[in-house]
């Protein structure tokens, strides 16, 4: 699926394409991603969205390839990075792709960062492995990549533990990681989930600078609409493990053209205006082990008809760049 | 004294139920294993007053380490304050055993975590009885239909009642989690972020409930929250701390519109937009919380101020009312 945006004249950096990751499990087949496509431009930020559950997480590790193998499989499709497909490459040659040329922020600093190693030592780790530079270079590297994050008194501060640094500036230190060895994409998942606002709205603000200063692609991976009005520029939003809709965030936010889209954006309180009663969705979301032959938002859907429990919504466009998979789209 | 008919007696919207003044709480920080000494005392919260009315939300934000956990255990009597009194409906709970025992079953909680809140050993119907075993003298019967009575208004089935925790999703939990604050028909409860925790398609529901659970039994509630829009959906009146103080306290309304103090408005500046065209005046805080143990001089705030002025750093500003209800502690005004 090709998607036209303001971006359209940019390269495409990664092109993800019907991508099936399953997991097999006593209970079945669990099809935690089905069939999603998506690409990303050159100095672009997507953000995917949807509830626990709903495939977001695996997305990332499949684009990562670090799906425990077994009982997780990617079964199908294509993840074209820069390039190269990088889904049936080896682990030794993605070993090589994965901090380089893909890195990865995860959402709690308190367990991502070694608490043995001092933060210089993390750093250049991943800068040893991937750049093949002079030891000394290395730690004068780190020191920059540091500096660039906003870490106040870098230099003495290299030799700290992980303990002795706040929430704010641990997540620093694994972006720090993350940004090292200049990747094309970085996935954010959750990044500032653990954080309190004003350390979050620091956080943010400094991703978007290292985004314009290095021309990295963003993906973020979050529930949080705040955010997503706040950073992206595309958003996929997904349930039951397939992309329900999918276009620029102002598309999203102005005209979302499916029920659940629309259901989500209404049951989030705002801070603009006073809402009298939040719109609640009623129900879960249906277990991914035992998918409906329909669309899976059908038994929560405020306007489904019988159409919607026979057959799954074909992904239609609503205007240019702006896709949904709803029948309710003509 | 207490049993079930007996408290159900509701009070109007708006009476003040409980009032805290001068609240303070000191942690000392002892240097020395044998022989220990006194080397300062962390302000955890430091003379705050506030009141919670019957029907009414007080909404309570701020980062981590202003206080508002400790404020929120001193309500719920898990700490002792080092000074001030706690009046629950005119008396001080401090003071006499009688009123002790009748308050710790007036106020409840409702906790962030529903995972780890709940024994994962209890069925459904003992965690919610749980509370009358302990505070009323009724019968198995009686406890069991109150059970389902309880369930019934959080938007579970009787058939629930027979289930373990772990047989719940998030927000079902934290159903129960409601049930179990409401079982002694209390007249306040304390959510320490009850809805940080749940799906985002969750949260509206569990929101609702509280909010209708409100209306029919007239409590009153605490929201600890640092989400600026769920105060705005939830609350009547916030506070705003800053290490230990409320810098700012107001009728929702008020706040939302007029927000006066720096640090609020930094808040609000640094709060997520609802749409991606908001417009939000830049007020990126610089650096973190400064540490309770030894704050900064004159206003607390100062340092990361972008309006402070000279005295700010020397005069330790006083509690002002700007308009009705509307307070705050800043040489600004």
Not at chain 1, 211 to 220: A, R
Not at chain 2, 144 to 162: P, T
Not at chain 2, 268 to 274: F, G, I, N, R, T
Request: with cysteine; glycine share 6%.
């Amino acid at each position: 699926m090709v998607t036209a945006d303001t971006r359209i004249d940019t390269e495409v950096i990664l092109s993800v394409d019907d991508l099936r990751t399953h997991f097999t499990t006593r209970w079945g087949t669990v099809k935690a991603v089905d069939g999603i496509s998506f690409d990303l431009r050159k100095g672009e930020t997507l953000g995917i969205v949807g509830e626990s559950g709903c495939g977001k997480s695996v997305t990332m590790l499949s684009l990562m390839r670090l799906i425990p193998i077994p009982p997780g499989k990617i079964v199908s499709g294509s993840i074209v990075l820069d390039g190269e497909d990088i889904v049936p490459i080896s682990e030794q040659e993605m070993a090589k792709i994965r901090g380089s040329k893909i890195a990865l922020i995860i959402q709690d600093p308190m367990t991502s960062l070694n608490p043995v190693f001092s933060i210089g030592d993390q750093v250049e780790e991943a800068i040893e492995i991937h750049q093949d530079i002079p030891k000394r270079s290395i730690t004068d590297r780190a020191l920059e990549v540091l500096r660039k994050v906003n870490i106040p008194a870098a230099e003495s501060r290299v030799k700290d533990y992980p303990h002795q640094m706040s929430g704010g500036m641990r997540q620093r230190v694994v972006g720090a990681i993350g940004i090292s060895c200049q990747p094309q994409v970085l996935i954010a998942d959750e990044p500032t989930t653990s954080l309190d606002v004003t350390i979050q709205a620091q956080y943010l603000k400094l991703l978007k600078d290292i985004q314009k200063e290095s021309d990295l692609s963003i993906i973020f991976i979050t529930h949080d609409f705040g955010i997503v009005a706040k950073m992206c520029d595309r958003v996929a939003v997904m349930y039951a493990g397939r992309i329900v809709e999918h276009g620029s965030v102002r598309d999203i936010f102005n005209n979302p053209s499916h029920p659940y889209t629309e259901a989500l954006l209404a049951s989030v309180p705002r801070m603009d205006r006073v809402v009298d009663r939040l719109y609640s969705i009623e129900g879960q979301p249906p277990p991914l082990h035992d998918l409906p032959v329909g669309c899976a938002f059908a038994n929560r859907c405020p306007v489904v008809m019988d159409k919607c429990i026979e057959t799954y919504p074909e992904i239609k466009a609503v205007s240019d760049g702006h896709t949904a998979a709803c029948w309710k789209v003509e | 004294m207490t049993t079930i008919d007996s408290s159900e007696t509701k009070a109007e919207r708006g009476q003040i139920l409980l009032e805290a003044k001068n609240l303070k709480k000191y942690f000392p920080v002892t240097k020395g294993l044998l022989f220990s000494r006194l080397t300062g005392h962390i302000k955890a919260v430091d003379d705050i007053s506030f009141a919670l009315r019957a029907g009414e939300t007080l909404g309570v934000v701020g980062e981590s380490g202003c206080g508002k956990s400790t404020t929120a255990k001193m309500m719920l009597m898990l700490e002792e304050p080092t000074e001030g009194s706690i009046l629950f409906e005119g008396e001080d709970v401090h003071n006499s055993a009688a009123v002790r025992k009748s308050y710790r079953s007036s106020v409840q909680a409702v906790f962030q975590d529903p995972w780890s809140s709940l024994n994962p050993r209890m069925r459904v119907k003992d965690i919610i009885a749980e509370p009358m075993v302990i505070n009323w003298n009724i019968t198995k019967a009686e406890q069991q239909e109150r059970v389902m009575k309880l369930l019934n208004d959080v938007g579970l089935n009787e058939y629930h009642s027979n289930l373990f925790p772990h047989e719940f999703s998030g927000g079902q939990r934290q159903r129960l989690a409601i049930a179990r604050a409401l079982a002694l028909n209390p007249r306040v409860i304390v959510l320490d972020e009850p809805v940080s925790a749940l799906d985002v398609s969750i949260r509206a529901q569990i929101m609702n409930l509280l909010k209708d659970l409100q209306e029919e039994y007239k409590v009153a509630y605490m929201l600890i929250a640092h989400d600026l829009a769920t105060v705005r959906y939830m609350c009547t009146w916030v506070a705003v701390m800053y290490l230990g103080q409320i810098v700012e306290l107001s009728p929702v309304q008020e706040l939302f519109n007029n927000p006066s103090h720096p640090y609020t408005k930094a808040l609000m500046s640094a709060a997520l937009p609802s749409h991606p065209d908001t417009e939000v005046e830049e007020v990126i805080l610089q650096g973190e919380v400064p540490s309770p143990l030894n704050p900064p001089s004159g206003c607390y705030f100062h340092p990361r101020c972008p309006a402070a002025m000279d005295r700010c750093s020397v005069d330790k500003p006083e509690v002002k009312e700007i308009s009705e209800g509307h307070t705050l502690t800043c040489h600004l005004f």
